[in-house]
């Protein structure tokens, strides 16, 4: 079964402070690596599609990074809005003909202070 | 603009009343998802269909039906034999095949009252 935790559970920073989140992560056989960002009360909003390890992806501060167990979403010089929950989710290969399913973690909740 | 509908934006259900959450897409994706999310938990996939006219179940879909007649369409209902309904629903479709995003609508919260 396809596992994913991600850590820390809240993260606090101040404006300008750079930091990493992380999603540690269980798949037999890793089709895909997911990254989104929920705001309070709204549906997740796609962020970054990593497929294989050592491949990155940037946009704006964010950048997403991937290993064979794990990934980091690194906040560069973050602001108040993107204050955030950010989820991670993976797409396995092995999933008993289920191979559209994503596994979710439960996400990281930051908050950037002004 | 494309994009995924979901409506009611809140719902409120009594005990013992089945109630039928929409989800429409024109993003003209072949694949359809519902998943719930409850306060310190992941996204849990309820049903998903990958074409219309076939749909298959996730990890919780007892207490829930859903059907796919049109490509745009996923409607799910919960019925009164799901014993803690009160959630919050999202919808999500993606392209079929795997190796492609999912993407979500604004979700329906659904309160037992």
């Known amino acids: 079964e396809d596992q994913v935790t991600q850590s820390p559970e809240a993260l606090r920073l101040q404006e300008g402070e750079s930091s990493s989140l992380n999603c540690s992560y269980t798949?037999?056989?890793?089709?895909?690596l997911f990254w989104y960002r929920q705001d309070p009360g709204k549906g997740p909003e796609f962020l970054f599609t990593?497929?294989?390890a050592g491949e990155e992806k940037e946009k704006e501060r964010l950048k997403a990074t991937l290993t064979k167990k794990e990934s980091f979403l690194h906040i560069t010089a973050p602001k108040p809005e993107d204050s955030a929950t950010y989820l991670c989710?993976?797409?396995?290969?092995?999933?008993?003909?289920?191979?559209?399913?994503?596994?979710f973690g439960k996400g990281t909740l930051l908050t950037v202070n002004p | 603009d494309g994009g995924i509908t979901q409506s009611p934006k809140y719902l409120f259900r009594k005990e013992g009343q089945n109630v039928t959450l929409s989800c429409e897409q024109n993003l003209n994706h072949d694949a359809m998802y519902w998943y719930r999310q409850d306060p310190g938990q992941g996204l849990r996939l309820i049903y998903y269909s990958q074409i219309v006219n076939d749909f298959q179940k996730g990890d919780i879909a007892e207490g829930y039906s859903v059907s796919r007649e049109k490509k745009e369409s996923f409607p799910l209902t919960v019925t009164s034999a799901q014993k803690n309904p009160t959630a919050f629903y999202l919808c999500a479709s993606s392209l079929q095949g795997v190796n492609t995003e999912a993407f979500f609508g604004q979700g329906t919260r659904l309160t037992v009252v």
């Open positions: 989710a993976v797409q396995g290969g092995d999933s008993g003909g289920s191979n559209y399913k994503l596994t």
């Open positions: 990593l497929y294989s």
């Open positions: 798949v037999s056989g890793l089709r895909g």
